[in-house]
């Protein structure tokens, strides 16, 4: 077993296994740090940004980095919550996130994080991309007006032999998730499902299965995005 | 001096529209448009999206009447996922469904009536504009109770629709096939044993005072109520199979002003063999009519009050006795008095008051089978009488579950001509040899348009509200007069 160490987030006390990056271990200790490219379980990327907290005054992503012995971070302040808003805020122009009707509605992460964050106008002007949407696939269709490229879809949703079903098209403004077409048919009814779970946003839908859980009993109508850990304390 | 009137906007009427009426050098009426100045098309706004979406995407088209748009979109992707036309799905998806449109009709109709007509009828059509509206009605001694009716009924509809759809407003509950929830004991049984007033039986009795208070009027103001906007014309509606009034499902049944039926009984999925839409240059609505008769004999009304004249009988109690008195004061001939729709509204109240409450002693609703799923269609066709009338839901898709057309014959559309025969009638009797518009021809106008309930901005599918406006014009198109004014009653000039 690995040697237990000591840290602080905003000045709690916590306790980890030596190694652990500071996302995992604060929520081993019931503290809530913002995520939507993290996965608990899975390779962390550091795409999202919105898991970004303080140590010694310098910024740095909490899925990537490993916590020490006597580390000092700090996460809940305004400049950190305004930045998480900042980036919540460009995700949302820079896609086309129209949540009134998407079935994601209510258990998406990007809007819950949204209202976490008191998310109003987004303070830059929207891009209004032209998108398409991807149907191509017999069981799923993926909405790339919503896709915030986390890539959670890419290292979650394996074939047996490991090898990634989705991968990254194109670059920069124009990338897109796709399903590789040599690995299409190993998409099976448990991974697409696991896909449009793990998709954090409505980016993809199982075909034909849309709005299945009722108003009042989707993930976030009964508590919002980060109590679970919060009302543990 | 020939000259053109132009009214607008109308009031306490959902959207806005545009009137516009031309005089000849006389003095006299020549012509009166009722037209839509403004359009915005979900039609090209939903292609591409997938098909399941087309229920909660395209009720964002109308924030008046949400539901019906909501259960017309997804008796339409029932048959695409193969659940049928409108009749194959689970006894708890149909009933769920129906009891979340009788609740929408319940809060429209009572919306309608208190809010909307009962400053005209109780207050009367020439009272000062600061005092016709509810306000004014809730002010008045004799008619304040009747005021909290009118808001208490539209809660409950309210709530049904909340418990049914998920929201108030803009719900998800009809899904593909069904529907994501049934209705739990609590829920039932607040609505069945509520506190009072909030429980289906005082609905029941309010719905019933409700057409009482409309023939006791009636009583004392027969000529105005039956020749304010009369004219003979074809009416349209769905009715059930065995010729009951049905507002979820039917057939489409149209019968004339004598009361031939003229289009018997036939499926909705052949609609576009039956009714055709013809585009006017000067306006954004189209003209649907049968196309049996044409596009000059053709054209119909729908509404509550094209459903008394099409319908055989009410499956409810107390609104068949309702419907028998009706049916009785035109001998069983068509109703063709404008102003008589407020009372068929009213019977619709009641009877959609009646029907929540038989849904509600159904266990049916706390069943938990609520999906079917079949053969799956590119193609699907869904009607549903909405508050206002036959609403049209058409959608075509790809083999990758995208909609590929949408087309919608909203109810307001489907009662263009009519609005405009009314508008020209009230016209000719008010604006002949006028050179300004006053008040009191405004809104004489604006009555005849309000019996039929128009939802302008589903009529013209836009997204936000329109200005209307009346304009006088002279035979050289010259304006001569112009008011117009706001949604809260102010005139402009
Ligand atoms: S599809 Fe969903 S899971 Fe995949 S990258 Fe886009 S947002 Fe992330
Ligand atoms: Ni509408």
Partial sequence: MSKQITFTIDGETCKAEEGTYILDAARKNNKYIPTLCNLEGIPPKGACRMCTVKINGKLVTSCTTRVTDGMQIESEDPGLDDLRKSILEMLFVEGNHLCPSCEKSGSCELQALAYRYRMTVPRYPFFFPRRNIDSTHPKIIKDHNRCILCKRCIRAIKDQNGKSIFAFLNRGHHTKIYVDPDLADKLTDELADRAVEICPVGAIMKRGDGFKDPIGERKYDKQPIGSELEQQL | ?493
């Fill in chain 2, 1 to 493: 001096m020939a000259q053109k009137v132009t009214i607008s906007p109308v009031t306490r009427v959902e959207g806005h529209g545009k009137v516009t009426i031309k005089l000849d050098d006389e003095g006299h009426v020549t012509q009166s448009r009722f037209h839509i100045v403004e359009f915005r098309g979900f039609e090209r706004f939903v292609q591409g999206r997938p098909y399941w979406e087309a229920p909660v995407l395209v009720q964002r088209l109308c924030g008046i009447c949400p539901v019906s748009h909501h259960l017309g979109a997804a008796k339409a992707v029932d048959m695409i996922v193969g659940a049928g036309a409108g009749d194959g799905l689970t006894p708890t998806g149909e009933k769920m469904r129906r009891l979340m449109h009788y609740g929408q009709i319940l809060q429209s109709h009572a919306l309608h009536f208190f809010h909307l007509t009962s400053p005209d009828l109780l207050l009367g059509i020439d009272a000062d504009p600061a005092v016709r509206n509810v306000i004014g009605v809730a002010r008045s001694p004799d008619y304040k109770d009747l005021a909290v009716q009118g808001v208490m009924m539209r809660k409950f509809g309210q709530e049904i629709i909340e418990a049914t759809a998920g929201k108030k407003i803009h719900g998800t509950g009809a899904i593909p096939g069904g529907i994501n929830k049934s209705l739990s004991l609590e829920e039932r049984d607040r609505f069945l044993k509520g506190k009072d007033p909030l429980n289906a039986d005082t609905m029941i009795d309010w719905a019933e005072a409700a057409v009482a208070l409309f023939r006791d009027y009636h009583q004392k103001h027969r000529e105005m109520i039956d020749g304010y906007s009369q004219f003979p014309s074809n009416h349209l509606s769905l009715v059930g199979r065995d010729g009951a009034l049905d507002l979820y499902h039917g057939k489409l049944r149209a019968v004339d002003a004598d009361g031939k039926k003229i289009l018997n009984d036939v499926n909705y999925q052949d609609y576009l063999s039956h009714i055709a839409e013809e585009v006017r240059s000067w306006t954004y609505m189209k003209f649907p009519f049968l196309t049996n008769l044409g596009n000059e004999k053709g054209w119909y009304r729908v509404g509550p009050l094209a459903r008394l004249n099409t319908c055989d009988f009410i499956p409810t109690p107390r609104a068949q006795k309702a419907f028998e008195e009706f049916k009785a004061y035109t001998g069983g001939k068509p109703d063709n008095m404008c102003m008589h729709t407020h009372w068929a509204r009213l019977i619709e109240a009641l009877f959609a008051a009646e029907s929540i409450k038989e849904l509600l002693e159904d266990p049916d609703l706390q069943g938990e089978d609520r999906v079917v799923k079949g053969t799956r269609q590119n193609e699907g066709i869904g009607l549903i009488e909405a508050p206002r009338g036959t609403l049209f839901h058409h959608y075509r898709v790809n083999e990758f579950d995208q909609i590929q057309m949408a087309n919608l014959i909203v109810s307001t559309t489907n009662n263009n001509q009519a609005m405009n025969e009314a508008v020209g009638q009230v016209a000719r009797r008010e604006m002949d040899g006028q050179k300004t518009i006053t008040e009191p021809m405004m809104n004489a106008v604006e009555v005849a348009i309000r019996a039929y309930d128009p939802c302008l901005s589903c009529a013209t599918h836009a997204l936000g509200k329109m200005p209307l406006e009346i304009t006088l014009l002279n035979h050289n198109e010259e304006v001569v007069d112009r008011k117009s004014r706001h949604t809260n009653g102010v005139q402009q000039n």
